[in-house]
Nanobody, 122 residues
Framework: VQLVESGGGSVQTGGSLTLSCVVS????????LAWFRQAPGKEREVVAT?????????SDSVKGRFTISSDRGKNTRTVSLYMIGLKSEDTAMYYC???????????????WGQGTQVTVSS
């Protein structure tokens, strides 16, 4: 699979952004799709996941503010992350990830996108 993210940028505190990721060469019926983020000097952390049945999960820090969704196309999947009420601590590089083999999340062998930067400032 190949993953290409888009939608990052700069926004003021309290603003919103939508990140999108196209996962191509996706010929699998299952899989776990996820968004991770990594802030400078910090470890990469999972933000949200969605499995083949549409079950979602969120980190406590984004619950209620972020929404993950997924659509299926011919040999592709699109996974989006809708973010509202952005805070300065949401500033990070955001990565799309896909594990097409597992049926439920979490994934174990993720493929990764190149990342898209989100910067939140007051």
């Amino acid at each position: 699979v190949q993953l290409v993210e888009s939608g990052g940028g700069s926004v003021q505190t309290g603003g919103s952004l939508t990140l999108s990721c196209v996962v191509s060469e996706y010929v699998y019926s299952g899989g776990c799709l996820a968004w991770f983020r990594q802030a400078p000097g910090k470890e990469r952390e999972v933000v949200a996941t969605i499995d083949a049945e549409g079950t979602t999960s969120y980190s406590d820090s984004v619950k209620g503010r972020f929404t993950i969704s997924s659509d299926r196309g011919k040999n592709t999947r699109t996974v989006s992350l809708y973010m509202i009420g952005l805070k300065s601590e949401d500033t990070a590089m955001y990565y799309c990830a896909a594990d097409p083999i597992t049926y439920y999340c979490p994934g174990y062998r993720y493929s990764w996108g190149q990342g898209t930067q989100v910067t939140v400032s007051s």
